[in-house]
């Protein structure tokens, strides 16, 4: 049996979306375990099944996403599906992971993202409206068919599943990454380097629409702070284009093998990088 793990730093109602659409899933989860990040566990139930909370506190007002991550470590089961608190899962996402594992349970699985934009019917939603409304990334054009080898550097967890056997292979996540950005780039290098292999799977979730920021000088601190930490293992750089982008806003200085913030980031400019189109992504 499958269970999934989310991790929560407020996002009430998105939970509360998750929590319902395990519930109308084709295959339950044998457990649904949330880890709050910085912030007190609340009081979840299902009729349908068991759900385990656990509390992450590193003292900051950050989110410690790769140690709550790794939190599954301390969790009961074998199966594993890693769910971003933003991704309502399709019905037979559970159903289309166990198949996926079944048949490769020594590969890591990437399940399919579609985002819905600020437009989309939230308010009583449907299977059939999530369909309807969801909006596929760019990127999704080299995903392949489903069981398809994916190139490493295309993972990103929002939507992911393994066994505890493989994640610990792969070694977990790396806790040294502080905040949004690249400790997902590195743990799929981390598979690749332990011949790992990425597969696509057919297992869909519908991102709710949240705000987001092109580039994202939102997270301008973690993302160069994170860029350097993935440099310094792997000998190249993360998140390419966005470091691109910082650069030639005079925000850094950045060559083949350095880094270094030269300003941070007025409000006004961050401002300006919103994406008022709602797509979200």
């Known amino acids: 049996m499958l269970n999934v793990i989310t991790l929560v730093h407020g996002r009430e109602r998105q939970l509360d979306n998750v929590i319902r659409g395990l519930e109308q899933g084709s295959v339950l989860p044998d457990a649904f375990w949330v880890v709050f990040m910085n912030q007190p566990a609340r009081n979840l139930h299902s009729e349908l099944f068991p759900i385990h909370c656990r509390v992450i506190d590193d003292g900051s007002h950050g989110l ?22 933003d991704c309502i899962p399709g019905q037979t996402l559970l159903a289309d992971y166990a198949d996926a594992l079944r048949n490769r349970p020594e590969a890591l699985h990437l399940g399919e993202v579609r985002y819905l934009p600020s437009t989309a019917q939230m308010e009583g939603w449907t299977h059939a409206t999530l369909a309807r409304d969801g ?47 690249g400790e ?5 290098f981390s598979a690749r380097r332990q011949g790992v ?7 869909l979730a519908f991102h ?36 691109t982008e910082f650069a030639e806003r005079g925000l850094m200085r950045w060559s083949r093998d350095s880094l270094q913030i030269l300003r941070h980031p007025t409000d006004d400019e961050v401002d300006a990088c919103l994406d008022r189109a709602g797509s979200g992504f």
Do not use: K
């Not at 066994?163 to 292979?169: D, K, P």
């Not at 997902?184 to 799929?188: E, I, M, N, P, R």
């Open 208 to 243: 709710q629409y949240h705000p987001t920021w092109r580039p994202p000088l939102n997270h301008f601190d973690a993302i160069v702070t994170n860029a350097q930490r993935f440099y310094q293992r792997w000998q190249q750089w993360p998140m390419e284009g966005w470091l």
């Open 184 to 188: 997902d780039t590195d743990f799929a």
């Open 135 to 181: 909006v596929a990334h760019p990127l999704s054009q080299y995903r392949g068919e489903p069981g398809s080898v994916l190139a490493h550097h295309l993972f990103w967890s929002l939507n992911f599943a393994c066994t505890r056997e493989v994640f610990e292979r792969i070694g977990g996540f790396d806790e040294g990454y502080v905040g949004y950005g």
């Open 64 to 85: 410690p996403l790769a140690r709550a991550r790794n939190a599954v470590r301390q969790c009961e089961g074998e199966q594993w599906v890693f769910l971003d608190v």
């Open 197 to 203: 292999e990425l597969r696509t799977a057919a297992a």
